[in-house]
């Protein structure tokens, strides 16, 4: 015997057809097809990647009715700086502690200047600028994003400026700039006083103690006396006086002449003079 049929008008089936029923279908259906068709392996990957960096991100900061969300972090940063955190000003290169401005990748500025051999164009998306470095091209930042300060005559900001080199050519320039900056270390500098015949007591012994702080420095200083136009004229006693004082302040302070005097006495003289070396 065939067993009796329900009857569909039961009033608990329909409930379950109308409220149940439907929901179960598709998720269903959605499980059956995620174990019928699992992800190849490159698309696992990428999800697990993806998964590990999202968790290991920083969250980014709270907005202000507790967002937390990018653009919210960004906000908060613009309106505490006035402009948009990730231009680099030259605060932001003097305390990322490094010894140059950033370059490449580390140039965070959305928009920048670009000196593409010689012409200047911009503004230009960054990201998209490293997109068309070749692979002997580096982007490095000359000068720093200047914001704008309408109180101080700037009503505008002004963009970063970058210039694509060769790395190579690059490398050699900084090289040669190190050696040379080696090479002038130690040496002594070069001072010049300029004074005139007929100069005043009081100037005279001004003259004289910068002379001897500069020789008690190890320095150079080069004394040029010479007649000034239209002044008093003076004989040449008065001039073999000025260059006496002069020497016995070299003595004072241990210096020396490094080579002969040129010029005349009384005319256009010049003393070469050199600090004592430690």
């Known amino acids: 015997m065939r067993p ?77 700086r006035g402009f948009d955190k990730r231009y680099t000003t030259q605060q932001d290169i003097a305390r990322s502690g490094r010894d140059r401005p950033p370059q490449d990748h580390e140039i965070t500025d959305p928009q920048i200047m670009v000196i593409d051999n010689g012409a200047t164009e911009g503004p230009l998306a960054t990201s998209f600028v490293l997109t068309r470095l070749e692979p002997h091209e580096s982007l490095r930042m000359v000068q720093p994003y200047v914001p704008a300060d309408p109180k101080n005559g700037r009503p505008g900001a002004q963009w970063a400026v970058c210039k ?34 007929a100069i005043g007591e009081h100037d005279l012994a001004t003259k004289m103690r910068q002379m001897g702080q500069f020789l ?18 003076v004989d040449g006693k008065e001039a073999e006086g000025v260059v006496r004082r002069i ?32």
């Not at 990428?46 to 907005?63: D, E, F, I, N």
């Not at 320039?173 to 004074?195: F, I, Y």
């Not at 004072?252 to 003079?273: C, F, M, P, Q």
């Open 4 to 80: 009796m049929p329900q009857c569909v008008y039961n009033s608990r089936r329909a409930l379950y057809r109308v409220f149940v029923s439907p929901s179960e279908a598709p998720a269903l259906s959605i499980l059956s097809r995620l174990q019928l068709s699992p992800l190849p392996a490159p698309h696992r990957n990428a999800l697990a990647a993806t998964q590990v960096r999202r968790y290991a991100a920083k969250p980014p900061a709270r907005g202000p009715r507790g967002q937390t969300s990018v653009a919210a972090a960004q906000q908060l940063a613009h309106d505490n």
């Open 164 to 197: 694509i080199v060769n790395k190579r050519d690059e490398y050699e320039r900084q090289k040669q700039l190190k050696e040379k900056k080696k090479a002038g270390v130690g040496k002594p500098k070069t001072k010049e006083l300029e004074l005139t015949w």
């Open 216 to 233: 008690g420095k190890g320095m150079k200083v080069e004394v040029l006396v010479a007649r000034k136009k239209g002044g008093k004229q």
């Open 247 to 278: 020497r016995d302040e070299v003595d004072k302070v241990g210096g020396r002449e490094g080579k002969s005097a040129s010029g005349a006495v009384g005319g256009t003289y010049r003393l070469y003079l050199e600090g004592k070396q430690n």
